[in-house]
T-cell receptor
Framework: DAGVIQSPRHEVTEMGQEVTLRCKPI?????LFWYRQTMMRGLELLIY????????DSGMPEDRFSAKMPNASFSTLKIQPSEPRDSAVYFC???????????FGPGTRLTVT | GNSVTQMEGPVTLSEEAFLTINCTYT??????LFWYVQYPGEGLQLLLK?????DKGSNKGFEATYRKETTSFHLEKGSVQVSDSAVYFC???????????FGAGTILRVKS
């Protein structure tokens, strides 16, 4: 299995631009999670999906952030407009139903200048 | 509520030294507990887990015992190697399944 796939691995953009991060979960996994990691705040859960339906988005910092999961094999996290304080590593993770172990992708390092 | 508290780092050790990273939890249910490890430039990966009181999780020489009486899940290794240098995260599912709560992470640096 290829594991969780994220793209791009690195993204550098200017303040005000739209940023889209992509994730392909492990095939057959029912849950998908988006996290943000920074030195100041550590690892934060932004949102998670079960069977493509958003279950808890209480961690999404503000309306500039949105996430979608149009099908079982693809999810996006969009930031519009981006700000320098959004600079972080964003991780996607997935897990199968009935299992609480999560499998993490390699992350996307976002830099907003 | 559900939370995890782990010791602050960085922890710096010499090769072959004994390692302990403390972790305590609060939970409204009966949680499963986890240790994840993050190597530089990579995502988190599961190191070990325990699903009930007195269970011991172990992997790659690391161990942690689920202690309900002290609400703890301390990570230990008898002899660390330079290759163990990473960030270690303690986590809990709060007893409710797929959503995990992570600690702040502890940086471990092992010197040769």
């Amino acid at each position: 299995d290829a594991g969780v796939i994220q793209s791009p691995r690195h993204e550098v953009t200017e303040m005000g631009q739209e940023v889209t991060l992509r994730c392909k979960p492990i095939s057959g996994h029912d849950y998908l999670f988006w996290y943000r990691q920074t030195m100041m705040r550590g690892l934060e859960l932004l949102i998670y999906f079960n069977n493509n339906v958003p279950i808890d988005d209480s961690g999404m910092p503000e309306d500039r952030f949105s996430a979608k999961m149009p099908n079982a094999s693809f999810s996006t996290l969009k930031i519009q407009p981006s700000e320098p304080r959004d600079s972080a590593v964003y991780f996607c993770a997935s897990s199968p139903a009935g299992a609480n172990r999560q499998y993490f992708g390699p992350g996307t390092r976002l830099t907003v200048t | 509520g559900n939370s995890v508290t782990q010791m602050e780092g960085p922890v710096t050790l010499s090769e072959e030294a004994f390692l302990t990273i403390n972790c305590t939890y609060t939970a409204t249910g009966y949680p499963s507990l986890f240790w994840y490890v993050q190597y530089p430039g990579e995502g988190l990966q599961l190191l070990l887990k325990a699903t009930k009181a007195d269970d011991k999780g172990s992997n790659k020489g690391f161990e942690a015992t689920y202690r309900k009486e002290t609400t703890s899940f301390h990570l230990e290794k008898g002899s660390v190697q330079v290759s163990d240098s990473a960030v270690y995260f303690c986590a809990s599912d709060g007893g409710y399944g797929n959503k995990l709560v992570f600690g702040a992470g502890t940086i471990l640096r092992v010197k040769s």
